[in-house]
Each structure stands twice: as C-alpha cells, then as structure tokens.
C-alpha cells in the first residue's frame, strides 16, 4: 500500500537536490541510501548511472528479472526548485522547472518498492536502473554498462500524464549542427567588403519547412548565435537543429531538403560557406501490445481499475537506447506535465498512481 504523505516528501526531496544534466551525483546518492535501506545491493557503472538489484542472483532467468527505469537529471532552470503543493498539484515557484521530469518517476519507483519490501510481501526478482544525462541526447544510457543490467524486459518511467498513457511510438532523431562563415568587416568604416554570416543564415533558416510537417515529422531549428562585436560584420554564426520522424523514409527526405537548401543559399551567397554535421542520436522504435512487459502493465493497471491508453511520442527516453540494447521496454506515465517549462506541474493522484502501478508489478500475487 502506498503511504501518499511519504511519496509526496520522496518527490519533494527529490526535486530540491540539484541535478541538472553531469550534476546528479547528489541526487544519485540519496537514491542509493534509499533503496540500500530497504535491502537493494547498489553498484555504480564506471559512467555513474546507477544499478540496484534485490532479488537477482546468477540463476535468476533474464526474462524473470523487471527492470525499473527513470533518469536523474533535469533540465535547466532547474537549480534552487521550491516545490509547492497547490491543492492536488505540486509546482515550482515559477522561476525553475519542477523537476518532475523525471523525479516523480524516480520518486514513483522509490516508494513503489519501498511499499513492497516493507509489507513482507513476495516480490519479483527487479533491478532498478537511473541514468545520468537523459535530458542532453540520452548519454547515460548509451553508456550504460550493460554487462550489469541482468533483465531483459524494462518499465521506463519517462511519459506525460498518468501511468495508464503508454508510449507506443518514438521516432528517429536527427541532430543538425551548421557553421555558416561569411567575411567579416568592419561594419561602420567598410561593411560592403564584409558578408553577413546572419544574413546567409537567416537565408538558411527561412527556407526549410519548420515546425510540425505532419503526424510523424517535425523540424526544428533551435540555437543560433554568432558574431562578436556589434560594430563588426559577423563572420560565423553556429546553428543547431534537428528533425525528427516516425518514418525512416520521411527523415531522408527532409534531411535532403534540408541538404539542397545549404546547396542553394551557399549558391545565393558567393564567398560563404556552410559546414553541416548530422548525427542520428536515437532510433526510433514501436511497441507491440503482445510483448510481455506490455501484457504485464497492462494487467497491473486492470488490477488498479485503470483504463490504457497507447500514445505516440515525439519524444526519446531511454527506451529507444534500451531497445537497441535488446530490452523490451514500455514508457509509461509519470504525472508530470508541462515538462521542460516553467509551468510543470504533477498531478499528486496521478503520482501515487505511478507509485501503484510500480508496486502492482513488483509484487507476486498470492499464489502466484
């Protein structure tokens, strides 16, 4: 049984420790002193992700073993979070993110088991897995010593809303980065001898299809800065982007869109120069509603009197690494929403809900 008052204190704790992405060793150590309380045995990978085992020995069947997942850095504001309980919701004080993402999935974890082990109940063989860096292109996790993590199967606590919304789609992401180089010039005493790395830029930018394309595909172009003094032409200016899509083909064809524009402004342009890098950071995936970990969130739900809900996401977590990693996961709601903004918020039913749903799957029913 979930003790609320506990779990909103876990979370609020959680969330006043500083962890922005390469910053969660403290949050890290609150985590392993928890879960070591109640018996987990807590190792470090050489990355600093975090891996607790209860119940795991060397015979244990890979497919017996739950994972439980969710990361430990947030993003930024996110140093000084005040959390404040309004009623049925906990916010910031306006000026940080809350943190929810994802410190109501690892505070959901931490009293899900913690509910288990105390009740003397039976309970599956889990390890529990919290990354570093999720938030600045999924890092822990592609770090992630993976000769550690013993299970197969994995509930990632990553999603908007409630626990019962189920990703069932992620897509492929491109990251983008472009140096445009002009001829800088002093801009008062010779600017006609300068070419305007904004201009060529600018060009750039307005030419390429941004924001929502359609249901799988979206662009976006979201740094810019360059120059250096505001009486020089500026010679270089940095841009970083990135497209993402549910449809491998899709990708490519933006990607080239993407391509022939940089060929046609640096045309446009005589004398500049536009240098793109791309790199996939994350594959996409999908998730079958036959695969057991599915099956088994599913019914954990059934038994909390819950409906499902698949959705799909333009968003990674961990999940995509974990997949290409040969870990079936699920990403699964964490009552967080507004994520990433100032405005977040978690929704306290929801999170004792996710708590539930954690303890729902740990637990071995009677009998069973």
Avoid: W
Wanted: aromatic share 6%; charged share 20%; hydrophobic share 40%.
């Amino acid at each position: 049984m979930i003790n609320a008052d506990s779990l909103v204190d876990t979370f609020c704790t959680l969330v006043a420790i500083d962890s922005p992405s390469g910053e969660e060793r403290q949050v890290a150590a609150y985590i392993a002193e928890t879960v070591q309380a109640i018996g987990f045995e807590v190792k470090q990978d050489n990355y600093g992700n975090l891996i607790a085992s209860k119940g795991v020995t060397e015979d244990t069947p890979s497919e017996d073993i739950l994972i439980l997942s969710a990361h430990m850095d947030t993003v930024e504001p996110g140093r000084g979070v005040v959390p404040v309980i309004n009623g049925e919701e906990i916010v910031s004080q306006g000026d940080t993110v809350l943190g929810g993402d994802c410190k109501a999935g690892v505070a959901a974890i931490l009293e899900g088991v913690r509910g288990v082990v105390s009740s003397g109940s039976s309970y599956r063989p889990v390890q529990l897995v919290f990354t570093k860096e999720e938030e600045i292109g999924l890092v822990g996790a592609k770090n992630l010593d993976y000769s550690m993590i013993r299970g197969t199967r994995a509930v990632v606590f990553d999603g908007e809303g409630g626990p019962n919304f189920l990703t069932e789609a992620s897509p492929t992401y491109l990251r983008i980065d472009i140096r445009v180089v002009g001829r800088g010039a002093h801009a008062g005493v010779e600017p006609e001898k300068g070419l305007s790395a904004v201009t060529v830029a600018a060009a750039l930018v307005l030419g390429l299809p941004l924001g929502r394309i359609d249901e799988e595909t979206t662009m976006n172009i979201g740094i810019i800065h360059g120059g250096f003094a505001r009486n020089a032409v500026p010679e270089i200016v940095q841009i970083e982007g990135e497209i993402r899509s549910h449809s491998r083909g899709k990708l490519a064809k933006y990607q080239n869109i993407l391509r022939q524009q940089v060929k046609r402004v640096t045309d446009a342009y005589p004398g500049s120069t536009i240098e793109m890098e791309e790199f996939i950071e994350f594959e996409g995936y999908q998730v079958s509603p036959s695969d057991s970990i599915v099956i088994d969130v599913i019914a954990a739900l059934s038994n909390m009197g819950l409906d499902y809900y698949f959705v799909s996401s333009g968003g990674g977590t961990d999940g995509n690494i974990f997949v290409l990693n040969g870990i079936r996961s699920v990403v699964v709601g964490m009552a967080t929403n507004g994520a990433h903004t100032v405005r977040e918020f978690v929704r306290i039913p929801e999170l004792i809900q996710a708590a539930e749903l954690c303890e729902q799957l740990v637990s071995i029913p009677s009998g069973g």
